[in-house]
Structures are given as structure tokens and as C-alpha cells.
């Protein structure tokens, strides 16, 4: 496919280039919109990450028994990856 699509924007395929901005452009739009209505303390890494420090140093057999660090990546990826998203 992607030697299709170079060859259509080689040989004069300037709407394929215009629709990929377009599609570019509306898949950041929703991406920014994405958390806009959630509260920092869920959608921001390092408020998430500074709780469960403290969690860790308060509370630690619960901590541990919660398997957090376990957790931490999967809990943390989407927050770290969506403003890599467009990131130039």
C-alpha cells in the first residue's frame, strides 16, 4: 500500500497529500480534546506519580499488596504517549 500511495503522490497526487494533512489534522484535534474535561490529578504523570510516591512511603504493605509497580506502565503509557502523538 505504501507503494501505491507514493507512487499516486509522485505522479501528480496532490489530493492524497491534502486528505493525509486533513486526517492528520482531525486525529490532533480529537487527540488534545481527549483528556480536556479531565482533572489533573488522573491525566497529568507527575501528579499521578507524586500520590503514589506518597502512597508508597505512608502505606507500604498496602502498596505492595496493590502490585503498583506492576501497574505503573500500563497506567502511565497512554498520559506519556499522547503528547508524543504529534510531537516535531
Keep these: 500500500e505504501l507503494e501505491g500511495a507514493a507512487s499516486a503522490a509522485g505522479s501528480g ?3 492524497w497529500a491534502a486528505r493525509l494533512a486533513a486526517e492528520l489534522g482531525a486525529v490532533e484535534a480529537a487527540s488534545r480534546d481527549l483528556l480536556s474535561d479531565a482533572d489533573s ?3 497529568d ?3 499521578i506519580l507524586r500520590r503514589l510516591d506518597a502512597w508508597a512511603r505512608d502505606e507500604r504493605p498496602s502498596y505492595e ?3 503498583v509497580d506492576l501497574c505503573l ?3 502511565l503509557a497512554p498520559l506519556v504517549r499522547l503528547p508524543l ?3 516535531r
Excluded: C, D, K, N
Design 13 to 15: 497526487g496532490g489530493g
Design 41 to 43: 490529578e488522573v491525566s
Design 45 to 47: 504523570p507527575s501528579t
Design 65 to 67: 499488596q496493590a502490585f
Design 73 to 75: 506502565p500500563t497506567l
Design 85 to 87: 502523538l504529534f510531537w
